[in-house]
C-alpha cells in the first residue's frame, strides 16, 4: 500500500553526475528493504542496487559497483541513488522499489513510477 515517488533524473553529460530520490507515503520506509532498478528501451529491467532496511549492508551490481551508492534517510522516509561518473551505457528508466520483509530480491513489492537518466556522450 506505500506509494514511492521519484525525483532528480535528467540529461548528463559522461562523467558527471546525478543523484536520485525516492520518498514514500502511506507507510513507513524502515519497514522495507529498499532497492533501484533501471530500464533501457528494449531491454529488460535490471538491478542496479539494494539496501537493508537499516541501511548498514548494500549491494551493487557489477556495472554499477565503485560509481554508485544508494543510501537511505528513514527519519526523512526518503531512499537515495547518487550516481557518479556516469556513462552513457547507463541511459535508462530507474526506478525504485520496496521490499517487504520475506519477499525476494528480485520480486519487489512496491514500485515507483520511474525516473528518466540520459547520459550523453
Known amino acids: 500500500q506505500v506509494q514511492l515517488g521519484e525525483s532528480g533524473g535528467g540529461l548528463v553529460q559522461a562523467g558527471g553526475s546525478l543523484r536520485l530520490s525516492c520518498a514514500a507515503s502511506g507507510g513507513t520506509l524502515s519497514s522495507y528493504a529498499m532497492g533501484w532498478f533501471r530500464q533501457a528501451p528494449g531491454k529488460e529491467r535490471e538491478f542496479v542496487a539494494t539496501?537493508?532496511?537499516?541501511?548498514?549492508?548494500?549491494n551493487y551490481a557489477d556495472s554499477v559497483k565503485g560509481r554508485f551508492t544508494i543510501s537511505r534517510n528513514n527519519a526523512k522516509n526518503t531512499v537515495y541513488l547518487q550516481m557518479n561518473s556516469l556513462k552513457p551505457e547507463d541511459t535508462a528508466v530507474y526506478y525504485c522499489?520496496?521490499?517487504?520483509?520475506?519477499?525476494?530480491?528480485?520480486?519487489?513489492?512496491?514500485w515507483g513510477q520511474g525516473t528518466q537518466v540520459t547520459v550523453s556522450s
Open positions: 522499489a520496496g521490499i517487504r520483509l520475506g519477499s525476494s530480491w528480485s520480486r519487489p513489492d512496491y
Open positions: 539496501i537493508t532496511r537499516s541501511g548498514i549492508n548494500t
